[in-house]
């Protein structure tokens, strides 16, 4: 089985570095990007939920539209169509799934911004190995990179 980079598709500016790197390492090692979109949870109000779930159907097609925008991208860069995830809940409890779920993930890959750490890069820098629930390497990309630099890099 091919290796797998496992990327978070946010909306930070320093995620297209993250995807960059991903991307170019997959093709370098014959690998694939493994691309995951986190949905917050939603409200548990039962008098609300008709409306709670005519948010979930709009907050999944959302992410379905980010990651297909995403994926042609990576797809171009890495040689491969990219595998497509959408999980609903906390951020780490996500990662934790999909990681465990898929053996074949190898390297998780986040971006970081100039300024200051995001939230899970923090979480992976105070909680180390047990971030992920498995000993999984994280390569953490400086966002503020060009894509030439992420590419040599790479």
């Known amino acids: 089985m091919p290796r797998k980079f496992l990327v978070v598709v946010d909306d930070s ?6 995807l960059l790197y991903a991307a ?5 090692t014959g690998g694939r990007v493994v691309m995951l979109r986190i949905i917050s949870p939603a409200a548990s109000d ?3 939920a008709g409306v709670r ?11 379905e539209a980010t990651l297909n925008k995403w994926a042609a991208e990576a797809a171009e860069r890495s040689g491969s169509t990219p595998m497509l995830l959408i999980e609903r809940g906390e951020p780490q409890g996500c990662i934790r ?4 779920e898929d053996p074949d993930i190898k390297i998780l890959v986040l ?8 939230p899970l890069v923090a979480a992976v820098v105070k909680q180390g190995a047990a971030f ?5 390497p994280v390569t953490i990309v400086p966002g503020e990179l060009t ?3 992420v590419e040599d890099l790479a």
């Open 97 to 100: 799934k999909v990681v465990g």
């Open 147 to 149: 894509d030439k630099e």
């Open 13 to 18: 500016p320093e995620f297209e570095a993250a």
């Open 111 to 118: 971006a970081a911004g100039s300024t200051a750490p995001g």
């Open 53 to 63: 779930e005519d948010i979930e159907r709009q907050t999944r097609a959302e992410a």
């Open 24 to 28: 170019r390492r997959a093709r370098s």
């Open 46 to 48: 039962a008098h609300w």
């Open 132 to 136: 992920t629930g498995r000993k999984l």
